[in-house]
C-alpha cells in the first residue's frame, strides 16, 4: 500500500539503560468513534493502575528493554516482537512488578504484526491481565500506559484515546546510545491502532494500554517524533487488544499468524483510494473491484486515502465480507469484498 502522509515514529523499547528507540515512517487514517466504555470518577484511577501493575512486567534482552502483558498464571506473556529483537538465542529475561524475575523462552514471534508471546519458565500464580473489547473505545476515553519507560519499571502514566484506526508503517534501525545502528531493518504495516496522548517513552513497546475498568484495550508500540528525538511528544499508538488477543491465540496453538488481505495495490486518489493494481486470482479480483476503481468508503467507514483502506483491511478478519463502496467511470457501485488470509 501506497501511504498518503508521513510522520516520523519510534518503536519503544529501549536499548539497555532506555536510551533509544526505533525510528520509521507511518502514515494517518480516519477516526472512527463506537460505544463508550465505562466513565468511572478520577479517584478511581490510583487503584485500576495497582490493579493492573501485576499483569505488566519488564523484558530484557543483552541490547534492549521493553514491557509485557501477561496472558496466563503459568507465565505466557504477551509483547512487541521488535522488543525480542535482541534476544540470543530463544531466551530473555523476565522481571515482574514484584521484583521476581524469571527467564523466559520464545514461544512464537508475528514480525508483520509486531507481536510475541514468551513463556516464563516454572512460573505459577501470575497475575493474568483481563482485555477488553477494543471495538468499544471511543475517542476522548481516560487511559492509562503501564510499562518500563526509560528502564523505570512499574511506571504509570495517564492520558486519553486521541483517535482511533490509524494505519501506522514502523520499522528501521534500532541505535546505541552512540549512535550506531543495529536490529533488524524489516517494515511493519499496523492497521487499526489507537492513539493516545498518554505519555509513552522508550521501554514502553509491549506494556499495557488499559482503560478505567482496568481492562487492556491495546499494546503499546510506536510514538510520534519531532525527528530530533524518541521521547514522547503527545502522540503515541497502540495495536488494538482485539487484534493482538486474536494474534496471541495463534501463537500459543503454535500456528502461525494469519493477516486479512484484499490483493490490490492502491494510491491516493482524490477522495478516495484508488487501486492501482489488482492481483489475479485474489479476493478483490473475485469479487470484481477493478484497476482505477476509487474506493471511497469501506462499510460505514469513510477511506480518504491509501492508508484509510490498509486500516480498514487489517482490521477485518480472514472470511469478513466488506461492502466496498466505489467510484467506477463516473458512478457510484456497491463490491462485497470477503477478506483473504496471507501469513507473513
Do not use: C
Not at 468513534?33 to 501485576?54: F, G, H, M, W
Not at 530484557?60 to 521493553?66: A, F, K, L, Q
Not at 457501485?333 to 470477503?338: D, G
Amino acid at each position: 500500500m501506497i501511504g498518503a502522509a508521513a510522520v516520523a515514529l519510534s518503536l519503544f523499547s529501549g536499548v539497555a539503560g532506555g536510551l533509544v528507540a526505533h525510528r520509521a515512517d507511518g502514515g494517518r487514517t480516519v477516526t472512527v468513534t463506537r460505544n463508550a466504555a465505562p466513565v468511572l470518577e478520577r479517584t478511581s484511577i490510583a487503584s485500576v493502575a495497582a490493579r493492573v501493575q501485576p499483569s505488566v512486567v519488564d523484558i530484557t534482552t543483552p541490547v534492549g528493554e521493553g514491557s509485557g502483558v501477561v496472558l496466563s498464571d503459568d507465565g505466557a506473556i504477551l509483547t512487541n516482537n521488535h522488543v525480542l529483537e535482541g534476544a540470543r538465542g530463544n531466551t530473555v529475561d523476565v522481571t515482574l512488578n514484584n521484583g521476581k524475575s524469571y527467564k523466559a523462552t520464545i514461544v512464537g514471534t508475528d514480525p508483520a504484526g509486531d507481536l510475541a508471546v514468551i513463556k516464563a519458565q516454572g512460573a505459577s500464580g501470575l497475575t493474568a491481565a483481563k482485555f477488553g473489547n477494543s471495538d468499544d473505545v471511543q475517542v476522548g476515553d481516560t487511559v492509562l500506559a503501564l510499562g518500563s519507560p526509560l528502564g523505570l519499571q512499574g511506571s504509570v502514566t495517564e492520558g486519553i484515546v486521541s483517535a482511533l484506526h490509524r494505519t501506522i508503517d514502523e520499522g528501521g534501525q534500532q541505535q546505541d546510545p552512540f549512535g550506531n545502528t543495529t536490529g533488524s531493518t524489516q517494515q511493519r504495516s499496523i492497521g487499526d491502532a489507537i492513539q493516545t496522548d498518554a505519555a509513552i517513552n522508550p521501554g514502553n513497546s509491549g506494556g499495557a494500554l488499559v482503560n478505567l475498568a482496568g481492562e487492556v484495550i491495546g499494546i503499546n508500540t510506536a510514538i510520534a517524533t519531532s525527528g530530533q528525538g524518541a521521547g514522547n511528544i503527545g502522540v503515541g499508538f497502540a495495536i488494538s487488544s482485539n487484534q493482538a488477543k486474536a494474534t496471541a491465540d495463534q501463537l500459543l496453538k503454535g500456528g502461525k499468524v494469519t493477516h486479512p488481505y484484499i490483493g490490490v495495490q492502491v494510491s491516493n486518489g482524490d477522495g478516495g483510494a484508488l487501486i492501482a493494481d489488482v492481483i489475479a486470482g485474489g479476493p478483490a479480483e473475485k469479487a470484481g473491484l477493478r484497476k482505477g476503481d476509487l474506493v471511497t468508503k469501506i462499510g460505514d467507514r469513510n477511506i480518504p486515502d491509501a492508508n484509510a483502506l490498509s486500516g480498514a483491511v487489517k482490521s477485518g478478519k480472514v472470511g469478513d465480507q466488506l461492502q466496498f463502496t466505489v467510484v467506477r467511470n463516473g458512478s457510484e457501485q456497491q463490491v462485497t469484498v470477503t477478506l483473504g488470509g496471507t501469513t507473513n
